[in-house]
């Protein structure tokens, strides 16, 4: 079955220094997503791209993120200038559309020293 | 925004037991998710409930929406550790973007 790839599983980062989350989606999705989930909180939502262009964001997705779609498989978050407080696990998803499932990823384990 | 909240947030249980676990939204659902996380991994899609009333089941696993759309409910029948996880309910906000509940942490003893 086709699944939802992420790379890393674990990054260790110096605050400051800027990080860039990699993941593949299934292939015939449109719909792609970040979410993160602070250790012991909820997951929450960060953003979700459609057609080359942010759909949605949430008040996370500040100006120190940014997403990509740099070819026809890629999706990636980058992280400008990390802070502590971005230490998190990030799980990309994606969907063929709305109203069906979200696949998540296994996630990447970001830790911010 | 809306708020979802489960209950309970953990639960153990003996083998073979049944159990069920309850999210309730703050507002009415127009699609509600069910995922389990293992420790560590990703969310694994369980079901999908849409409409009031809807009840689905795969395996030993049922979920349920009410008729007024603000309350889920997931029951396990006789369960096993493999049941055991991190069940997170998930609401359906205006652009597929999922608002969660803080999970139940279920463990079965053997």
């Known amino acids: 079955e086709p699944e939802v790839t992420q790379t890393p599983s674990h990054q260790v980062t110096q605050m400051g220094q800027e990080v860039i989350l990699r993941c593949v989606p299934i292939s015939n999705h449109l719909y792609f997503y970040w979410y993160r989930q602070i250790l012991g909180q909820k997951v929450e939502f960060l953003v979700s791209f459609y057609n080359n262009e942010i759909s949605e964001k949430s008040e996370i997705f500040d100006d120190q993120f940014s997403v990509e779609r740099p070819d026809g498989s890629n999706f990636t978050l980058k992280i400008r200038s990390t802070k502590l407080e971005d230490s998190a696990m990030y799980f990309c998803?994606?969907?063929?559309?709305?109203?069906?499932?979200?696949?998540f990823g296994n996630g990447t384990r970001l830790t911010v020293t | 925004s809306q708020e979802l909240e489960q209950s309970p947030q953990s639960l153990i249980v003996q083998e073979g037991k049944n159990l069920t676990i309850n999210c309730t939204s703050s507002?009415?659902?127009?699609?509600l998710y069910w995922y389990k996380q293992k420790y560590g991994e990703g969310l694994i899609f369980l079901m999908m409930?849409?409409?009031?009333?809807e009840e689905k089941s795969h395996e030993k696993i049922t979920a349920k929406l009410d008729e007024k759309k603000q309350q889920s409910s997931l029951h396990i029948t006789a369960s096993q550790p493999s049941h055991a996880g991190i069940y997170l309910c998930?609401?359906?906000?205006?652009?597929?973007?999922?608002?969660f509940g803080g999970g139940t942490r279920l463990m079965v003893k053997p």
């Open positions: 409930l849409q409409k009031g009333g």
């Open positions: 998930g609401a359906d906000n205006a652009g597929n973007m999922l608002t």
């Open positions: 998803a994606s969907n063929r559309g709305m109203g069906s499932p979200l696949h």
């Open positions: 507002k009415t659902l127009y699609g």
